[in-house]
C-alpha cells in the first residue's frame, strides 16, 4: 500500500467548496495576547493567521463588543456581568492588564473595530454569539443585525456561531442571509436534525466529540465540520485526514507544527 502523503498536501473537498481558510485563531491570538482583544487580532495576524474566531455580546445600551466571560473580573478591571454595564462603561475597563504588563490599558474592542480590522487585513471572522444566559434570542438578534449592518457592502460573509440554539434561531430571524454554525460540546440528542433545522451551513465541534462516522454523517447532509480547540499537531493532522474543514487553534506560532499547516 502506498504512503498517505504528508496532510499538507492532502485535500479532501474542492478548495472551492469552504469558502473560508483552514485554521482560524481562537479568540483572535490564543494565549499569546488578551483574548477578544484587537492586539490579539494584530498579532495573530502577524503569525500568517486570516481567520479568526471571537466570543460577541451585546452592552445595556445595544453596543456589540468582544467578550467571553459572563462576568467581567477574570480578563478586566471590571466587576459583575458584563451585559449590565453600558458602552460608556465597558470602553473604560483595562482589558490587558490581567495578561501581561506589555498590555496594559488594552480596550475592549466593539465588533465595529474588528470589522475595520478585517477589511483592512482581508479577514475572515467567525462570530461566537456569547449570550448572558437568559439573554439568548435579544443577543442572537442584536449581534446579526450589527453583523449585517457592518458588512453590508461585503460579499464575503462572517460565520455566525453558538452553542445557543434560541441566539442562532434569532440571528436567522434577523439576518437570514448570514452562515450559522452550530457549537457542540456533547452530541445531545437530536444534534444532526437540530442544525439542519436551523439553516446551518457548518457545526462546530469540540475535537474529541468527531470520529469518521459523525464526519461522514455531517457531509452527508452537506455540512461542514469545524473543530476547536485543536493544539495539538496529532489530533490536527487526524482531523485534516478525516475531511475536517475548519480548525480553530491558540498555537499562533507555525513552528510549533511541524509540518506546517496551511493557514490559508
Ligand atoms: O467557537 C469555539 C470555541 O471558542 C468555543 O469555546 O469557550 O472558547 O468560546 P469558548
Ligand atoms: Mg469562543
Redesign the pocket.
Same mark, same amino acid.
Given at each position: 500500500m502506498r504512503p498517505e502523503p504528508p496532510f499538507h498536501q492532502q485535500s479532501f473537498r474542492p478548495p472551492s467548496s469552504w469558502p473560508y481558510p483552514r485554521w482560524w485563531a $481562537?479568540?483572535g491570538a490564543g494565549r499569546l495576547a488578551p483574548e477578544n482583544t484587537l492586539a490579539a487580532f494584530r498579532l495573530g495576524a502577524r503569525h500568517g493567521f486570516k481567520a479568526f #474566531?471571537c *466570543?460577541v455580546k451585546i452592552s445595556a445600551d445595544g453596543v456589540a463588543f468582544l467578550f $467571553?466571560d459572563t462576568e467581567l473580573e477574570r480578563t478586566t478591571s471590571g466587576l459583575g456581568v458584563a451585559e449590565e454595564h453600558t458602552w460608556a462603561q465597558l470602553s473604560q475597563l483595562d482589558a490587558g492588564g490581567w495578561h501581561s504588563p506589555e498590555h496594559v490599558g488594552e480596550p475592549i474592542p466593539t465588533l465595529s473595530d474588528i470589522a475595520r480590522f478585517c477589511f483592512e487585513t482581508g479577514s475572515d471572522l467567525?462570530i #461566537?454569539i456569547?449570550p448572558t444566559p437568559g439573554h439568548d434570542a435579544h443577543t442572537g438578534a442584536s449581534v446579526a443585525l450589527e453583523t449585517a449592518r457592518l458588512w453590508a457592502q461585503h460579499t464575503r460573509m462572517p460565520l455566525l456561531?453558538s452553542?445557543s440554539t434560541s441566539a442562532l434561531e434569532a440571528a436567522r430571524g434577523t439576518a437570514p442571509h448570514l452562515p450559522r454554525a452550530l457549537?457542540l *460540546?456533547e452530541l445531545v440528542p437530536g444534534w444532526l436534525e437540530q442544525s439542519l433545522e436551523l439553516g446551518c451551513s457548518a457545526v462546530?465541534i469540540d475535537h474529541p466529540l468527531l470520529d469518521t462516522t459523525v464526519i461522514a454523517q455531517l457531509h452527508a447532509v452537506g455540512l461542514f465540520v469545524m473543530s476547536?480547540?485543536v493544539n495539538d499537531v496529532d489530533v490536527a493532522e487526524q482531523l485534516m485526514r478525516w475531511g475536517v474543514e475548519g480548525l480553530?487553534t491558540d498555537v499562533m506560532d507555525r513552528a510549533a507544527w511541524p509540518a506546517g499547516p496551511q493557514l490559508r
Open positions: $481562537h479568540r #474566531e *466570543d $467571553h467567525n #461566537e456569547k456561531s452553542f457549537l *460540546d462546530v476547536y480547540t480553530i
